[in-house]
């Protein structure tokens, strides 16, 4: 509990002044980018957050954004999330790392196929 000193904690607007879209709309877009804007999609963001169902709907309606526990679940299960992040924080730059490593493990993965195919040939 804060002590009543008088002082008032000051209220920032949630702006991020790269992209000039404030936070909690950024994450909401980026979320119905991914999932749609549908029960099903609260629910998939439910489990990966464990967050409540009313959190997960302020998400969405963008009158609020995820705290840091949860949007680094966020992150961690969607791309599209890390984009937006990204963009937020003025990294954007970083995401050509991010789907370069995305490439190789693909490329990797069929690389394990066809050699199996071959193996069978």
Same mark, same amino acid.
């Given at each position: 509990?804060?002590?009543? !000193?008088?002082?008032?904690? =000051?209220?920032?607007?949630? /702006?991020?002044?790269?992209?000039?879209? =404030?936070?909690?709309?950024?994450?909401?877009?980026?979320?119905?980018?991914? *999932?749609?804007?549908?029960? /099903?999609?609260?629910?998939?963001?439910?489990?990966? !957050?464990?967050?409540?169902? /009313?959190?997960?709907?302020?998400?969405?309606?963008? !009158?609020?954004? =995820?705290?840091?526990?949860?949007?680094?679940? *966020?992150? /961690?299960?969607?791309?599209?999330?890390?984009?937006?992040?990204?963009?937020? !924080?003025?990294?954007?730059?970083?995401?050509?790392?991010?789907?370069?490593?995305?490439?190789?493990?693909?490329?990797?993965?069929? *690389?394990?196929?066809?050699?199996?195919?071959?193996?069978?040939?």
């Amino acid at each position: 509990m804060l002590p009543k !000193t008088g002082k008032v904690l =000051p209220k920032g607007d949630g /702006r991020a002044a790269a992209v000039g879209l =404030p936070y909690a709309a950024t994450v909401a877009l980026a979320l119905r980018d991914e *999932l749609a804007d549908s029960h /099903r999609a609260i629910k998939v963001v439910m489990r990966w !957050t464990g967050a409540s169902e /009313r959190t997960v709907k302020n998400w969405f309606a963008a !009158t609020r954004g =995820p705290t840091g526990e949860h949007l680094v679940s *966020l992150v /961690r299960h969607s791309d599209v999330v890390l984009d937006a992040f990204l963009r937020l !924080t003025g990294r954007e730059a970083l995401m050509v790392a991010v789907n370069l490593a995305d490439a190789r493990s693909k490329l990797v993965e069929m *690389l394990e196929i066809v050699d199996q195919l071959l193996q069978r040939a």
